[in-house]
Nanobody
Framework: VQLQASGGGMVQAGDSLRVSCEASGRTFSTYAMSWFRQAPGKEREFVAGISRSGISTYYADSVKGRFTISRDNAKNTVYLQMNSLKPEDTAVYYC??????????????????WGQGTQVTVSS
């Protein structure tokens, strides 16, 4: 499976940005998807996850109420809409496909498939 992330960029605090991740090579709708991020010198952390159908979503406390994860199974794409961005949101954002079970997994080590990452930089 290949995951291609896009949509990162440089914005100011309070702005919005949407990142996307298109999957190929597997039946996209049968896998839960997540977004992680990694800032310099920090471990990769869970940001948001979405179930196979898109009905269930999960968020890290730090982004709850500001970020929205969604998916379009017809387009094999998962999105992360980021609003009210803060400088502490600056990181490389990675999409990930969870192949080991039906639910959303929050541990990065349990993911086998990753996108290449897209940089999001928020200036104050």
């Amino acid at each position: 499976v290949q995951l291609q992330a896009s949509g990162g960029g440089m914005v100011q605090a309070g702005d919005s940005l949407r990142v996307s991740c298109e999957a190929s090579g597997r039946t996209f709708s049968t896998y839960a998807m997540s977004w992680f991020r990694q800032a310099p010198g920090k471990e990769r952390e869970f940001v948001a996850g979405i179930s196979r159908s898109g009905i269930s979503t999960y968020y890290a406390d730090s982004v709850k109420g500001r970020f929205t994860i969604s998916r379009d199974n017809a387009k094999n794409t998962v999105y992360l809409q980021m609003n009210s961005l803060k400088p502490e949101d600056t990181a490389v954002y990675y999409c990930a496909l969870y192949s080991r079970g039906p639910g959303v997994e929050k541990l990065a080590a349990r993911y086998d498939y990753w996108g290449q990452g897209t940089q999001v930089t928020v200036s104050s």
